[in-house]
């Protein structure tokens, strides 16, 4: 039998997930499990690049593979392990940042955006590299923010993957991890690493927009449908979605916010409710309050059930730490073979 093709990713630990995290990321990591050989993770190292904080921690890694879990991810299909139980991944990507440039670093738009609000600054028209360098120890940016790409490249490198489901905002990343994976065999004249791409089931990369118009459903966004939202607040949610005056003249373009609710519908509903409500902006009938309770109604019935799952599992410790326990086993045993490949390479030998 062919041997399956190697699938990684992971989610960072900082708060209950979102319908942007299951969309562009964890329905793809429970789609895939069959048919590849699936690693999924908690990134807690990378929660540590923004705000950390020790209680909330622990807490949430715990809500995420409870999360993971009551979305379907089965541990005896995929490999389930939390990122600091893997240390390898630690000395690796010490190693992997010798071959990085501080440069490419400091150009990567999810950089610029953290830094920009470690240091409080609203507007993304000021000199973000000179703001940096010029700020005082007290309002800093922390050196582990710049070197979040190359965590995630070791992250996946390390395992050796060759697909790594995610949302679109990180292609760039992605982008990072194959020019790294290139720049590392080719420098040492090996072929270690494979260049790992984003995998969508042949569709265009998710996108999740925001119920306030905006563009990207997100935690700091303050936008969110949580899987874990009750019925009652997940309606008030839906209901409360920013709207426009309404269609005026037949087939008159739609606006940010009602394409933005249009796509959730898209995400959630039967392509025949969708073209019902299509149709009914194009000649005008649309009500909103309609599309709304609708909307409401086919997003409760992907997450209702989910939440159900989440709800019983978040005071299941033994579930989640079995789990873990021989996810983080079989991800070590990758990760020292790839990491003692990498020593040998680098010229790292013992006496
Ligand atoms: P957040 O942006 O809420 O902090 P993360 O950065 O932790 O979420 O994202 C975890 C995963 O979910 C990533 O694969 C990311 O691409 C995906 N994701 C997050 N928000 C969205 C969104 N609005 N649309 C599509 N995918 C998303
Ligand atoms: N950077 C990703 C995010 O913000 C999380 C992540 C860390 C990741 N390491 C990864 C995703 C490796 C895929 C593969 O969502």
Redesign the pocket.
């Known amino acids: 039998m062919a041997e399956k093709e190697i699938v990684l990713?992971?989610?960072?630990a900082?708060?209950n997930?979102?319908?942007?995290?299951?969309?562009?990321?964890?329905s793809k990591f429970v789609r895939m499990q069959d048919d590849y050989d699936c690693l999924y993770f908690v990134?807690d190292l990378h929660a540590l690049t923004t705000n950390p904080d020790p209680d909330k921690l622990h807490e949430n890694v715990r809500n995420i593979v409870a999360e993971y879990l009551a979305a379907g991810l089965d541990p005896e299909k995929s490999t389930l392990f939390v990122q600091s139980d893997v240390p390898e991944i630690s000395e690796m990507y010490l190693l992997l940042n010798m071959h990085v440039g501080i440069g490419e670093l400091m150009r990567t738009a999810s950089f610029k955006d953290k830094a920009r609000k470690q240091l409080g600054i609203k507007s993304d028209s000021e000199n973000i590299e000179s703001q940096i360098i010029g700020s005082d120890s007290n309002k800093r940016v922390n050196a582990g923010l710049l070197t979040y790409p190359t965590l995630m490249a070791v992250d996946i490198l390390i395992q050796k993957a060759n697909k790594v489901?995610?949302?679109?905002?990180?292609e760039q990343h992605l982008e990072l991890t194959r020019r790294f994976a290139r720049r590392f065999n080719s420098f040492y004249g090996v072929d270690l690493f494979p260049e790992p791409e984003n995998f969508n089931f042949g569709g265009n990369?998710?996108?999740?927009?925001?119920l306030d118009g905006s563009g990207?459903?997100?935690?700091?966004?303050g936008n969110?449908i949580y899987l874990i939202d009750d019925e009652k607040t997940l309606r008030k949610k839906v209901m409360r979605a920013v709207t426009d005056e309404g269609p005026k003249t037949p087939g008159q373009p739609v606006s940010q916010p009602v394409e933005n609710l249009f796509t959730l519908l898209e995400l959630t509903s039967t392509p025949e409710i969708v073209k019902h409500y299509r149709d009914a902006y194009a000649d005008c009938s649309i009500r909103y309050g309609d599309l709304k309770k609708q909307l409401a109604e086919d997003i409760l019935k992907v997450t209702l059930p989910i939440r159900e799952r989440i709800l019983d599992l978040q005071g299941d410790d033994a579930a989640i730490s079995k789990a873990l326990r021989i996810g983080a086993e079989k991800a070590r045993e990758r990760a020292s073979k790839t990491l003692a490949e990498v020593r040998h390479t680098m010229g790292i030998r013992k006496f």
Request: glycine letters at 20%; aromatic letters at 6%.
């Open positions: 990713s992971g989610i960072r900082t708060g997930l979102h319908l942007g995290n299951y969309y562009g990321a964890l990134a489901p995610v949302g679109k905002d990180q990369a998710v996108k999740v927009p925001g990207k459903m997100g935690k700091s966004e969110c």
